[in-house]
């Protein structure tokens, strides 16, 4: 049985990522420490206008609270009423070069008590890439080193997150995915808590693996007005997923979390057009084709 802690955990996996990024970028994130009045805090670690990405956030906190907010227990009623502590990494990067994809990490680890009572738990996370020029060699690398991660913990396991990744990161009203997926697990508590937990730390310790060699490939790709207008363009997609259906902003906006923390995930420059759609035979038109399709990218 492991003596670490899942907050030793969380704290150290920021740092790692952080120094990872900072390496390929070339400047030092920003830290900004902050406490929240009802509860607990964290540490934001942002980049902004940097040469490499326009806006990255790498996130810790650990907050709790006297009663779980309506998106915690609108699944899971049996929650109603709970003290609760929630703490983990969370992370979205917006490279300022088109042909780099953005990314986005979550790991976590959840309890709600009740008092005289039982104390439930578990774990959730994932990490997902969203290419607005695909790559096949990068969407592979991409669920290769996913698939790595999970490769410990049964032979269902990745498909199975992978589906459910595909399955959450879907705009319903475009009817579209977010992009090429990755992988997506919560209310992760079979098994016991040390393969729970081990689990988790898999997919945190695989980031870096899987995300920076990528950016280091793309970052320096050349780009013009076009590529960075389609680029605008797309990203109102990350816009609209994370204010309309992502359960972890509503959560954290709900339990009054640090709303410029939780709004860091938001890509600095944005566009919308209206029914605009790419002309066939372009690249913008393949992402549609070829990268916004349901896909085993490890056939």
Not at 116 to 125: A, I, P, Q, S, V
Not at 130 to 149: I, K, L, M, N, Q
Not at 155 to 171: I, Q, R, S
Not at 249 to 265: D, K, M, V, Y
Request: glycine content about 12%; aromatic content about 14%.
């Amino acid at each position: 049985m492991s003596d670490l802690t899942p907050h030793a955990y969380f704290t150290g996996l920021q740092a790692r990522i952080v120094a990872g990024l900072e390496a390929i970028e070339g400047s030092t994130f920003r830290r900004d420490e902050w406490t929240r009045p009802e509860g607990g805090g964290g540490v934001s670690r942002m980049i902004e206008d940097s040469a490499v990405l326009e806006r990255g956030g790498v996130l810790f906190s650990r907050v709790t609270g006297d009663r779980l907010p309506p998106s915690a227990t609108a699944q899971r009623p049996d929650l109603a009423g709970r003290a609760w502590e929630a703490m983990g990494v969370s992370l979205v990067l917006h490279p300022r070069n088109p042909y780099a994809p953005t990314v986005h990490l979550n790991v976590r680890h959840f309890a709600a008590r009740k008092e005289g009572g039982d104390t439930l738990w578990w774990f959730g996370g994932g990490m997902d890439l969203t290419p607005y020029y695909g790559f096949a060699e990068d969407a592979v690398h991409f669920h290769r080193a996913c698939r790595d991660a999970l490769l410990p913990f049964g032979d269902g396991v990745h498909a199975h997150y992978k589906k459910w990744c595909d399955d959450y990161f879907f705009l319903k009203h475009r009817g579209e995915p977010r992009g090429v997926g990755g992988i997506f697990f919560d209310d992760l508590n079979d098994g016991g808590f040390e393969r729970c937990f081990a689990l988790t730390r898999a997919v945190g310790d695989r980031f870096l693996d899987a995300y920076a060699p990528i950016l280091a490939r793309r970052k320096d790709t050349p780009y013009g007005e076009r590529e960075r207008d389609f680029q605008a363009y797309r990203r109102g997609r990350y816009v609209e997923f994370n204010l309309v259906w992502d359960r972890g902003t509503l959560f954290g906006l709900q339990s009054n979390g640090r709303t410029e923390a939780i709004l860091l995930s938001l890509p600095p420059v944005v566009k919308w057009r209206y029914d605009w759609r790419p002309a066939s035979g372009t690249p913008e038109a393949a992402l549609y084709t070829d990268f916004l399709v349901a896909k085993d990218w490890l056939a």
